[in-house]
């Protein structure tokens, strides 16, 4: 049953229907009556001389919150097919998003183009919530439900899961259907191609189909949508840019280093297309993460995409926030830690809090007060996260924990109820 399933949404996925996002559907004398109200707007507010925004320099980073929303009655991760991915899936997904927006040298996000960018803008998962509490930036929650539609079900999501908009990237990771591989809100700002204000918080983020989320591991293991360029796709939408075509025949996505397109490329392929948009005959930028392309075509954000996504920054009251707040959430980890979480309680109450400066591996050990060894644990290629001691294979009572990770360790008493 599940493998006619998995199958028979491959071949929808697959197919030239399935669309990236949702949101290339703007009527075109729409977005020209807000074209020309945006250079109002625009014009306005640079006579009035209140343009007194700051240009956001250097490396900007995003924490992001992955919710992960699953039909796993059993609430067991990572099994074959199943949409409650593996915590490995999700950063392979984080690995790709900081490559491709910092055209990462000897990786697939590196181009050598000149008009190439490295958008300097990075994501990491949230090392705490809302609240302050320590968290690995991943919710899981079960809903017995198969799929969900990006026109009717986006609210009803962000109420199983949302956290704060104005401080993380909300990603949700769940069951499109097939025929959609993710939807990204975009911001408002008083720029052209944009709605002047921003959208309701609750659902201002980013839906991914979970066969596309992640590279080439776990449910995106195949296909030409399993590289991960979904999200860089949505997250650019997020980010106020607009598809390559300008979404009709030759339209504009105002940026003018993306060279003018006829049309999308929602072939499987990457080989050249070209089109006459000017009277001359130009080829399409089918490598820029805004087009259709299959995810192996993408390498390339241009120097004018960057301009405007770091303009939008600026401009769209929301991102604004959410940056400024990011500088509160940063992980301010240079060298690894390890924090014990101890709320008095149960086994279920304590967790251990691994603070690490990059991906890389960490491994717990136990011992009882005796120097017993009770317990281990290996974790390859991780970021930061929180471990829960009631995921771990130990007895209760007086424990010692040590955690290793490239040469540093670090012992710490416990106690396990
Ligand atoms: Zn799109």
């Known amino acids: 049953m599940k493998l006619i399933n998995s199958i028979f949404f491959i071949l929808v996925v697959f197919s030239s229907s399935a669309q990236r996002c949702g949101l290339g559907v703007i009527a075109s004398d729409e977005l020209k009556s807000r074209h020309l109200q945006m250079q109002r707007i625009i014009e306005n507010y640079e006579q009035e001389g209140v ?6 320099e250097g490396i900007i980073k995003i924490p992001v919150v992955v919710h992960v929303i699953h039909d796993e009655f059993s609430g067991e991760i990572g099994n074959n097919g199943s949409t409650n991915i593996s ?15 910092r055209k990462a040298v000897g990786t697939p996000g590196f181009n050598n183009l000149e008009e190439g960018a490295d958008l300097e803008i990075e994501f990491f998962l949230a090392q705490e919530d809302e609240f302050g509490n320590p968290s690995s930036g991943i919710t899981r929650t079960y809903q017995n439900r198969p799929s969900y539609s990006i026109f009717s079900d986006l609210g009803f999501v962000s109420s199983l899961s949302y956290w704060d908009a104005n401080k993380y990237l909300n990603i949700w990771v769940l069951n499109l259907g097939g025929l959609y591989l993710g939807y990204g809100e975009f911001p408002g700002a008083a720029i052209d191609g944009l709605e002047l204000n921003d959208p309701p918080a609750a659902t201002d983020g980013i839906f991914v189909d979970y066969q596309v989320f992640g590279r080439r591991t776990g449910t995106a293991s195949n296909g030409i949508y399993s590289y991960g360029r979904t999200l860089t796709h949505e997250i650019g939408h997020w980010l106020g840019l607009i598809h390559t075509w300008g979404d009709e025949r030759c339209g504009d996505d105002f940026c003018e280093d993306t060279p003018q397109a006829e049309r999308e490329n929602d072939s499987e392929r990457c080989r050249e297309i070209f089109s006459r948009c000017t009277g001359t005959v130009s080829r399409n930028m089918i490598e820029n993460y805004m087009d259709y392309s299959p995810d192996s075509c993408m390498n390339v954000f241009t120097e004018d995409q960057k ?10 009251p929301r991102r604004r926030r959410l940056v400024l707040n990011s500088q509160f959430l940063l992980p301010s980890n240079d060298v690894a830690d390890l924090r014990i979480i101890s709320n008095p309680g149960t086994k279920n109450d304590i967790a251990f809090q691994i603070l690490l400066p990059k991906f890389q591996d960490f491994s717990l050990s136990f011992y009882d007060v005796l120097g017993r060894p009770v317990g281990y644990r290996e974790f390859k290629d991780y970021p ?3 471990v829960r001691a009631a995921d771990l294979d130990i007895p209760t009572g007086m424990l010692i924990v040590r955690m290793q990770t490239e040469g540093i360790s670090i012992v710490k008493r416990v106690m396990v109820f």
């Open 307 to 316: 301009a405007r996504v770091r303009t939008v920054l600026e401009l769209s």
């Open 51 to 56: 343009k007194n925004a700051r240009v956001q």
């Open 384 to 386: 930061s996260t929180v």
């Open 87 to 101: 915590d490995q899936q999700i950063f392979s997904q984080i690995k790709v998003l900081n490559e491709d927006f």
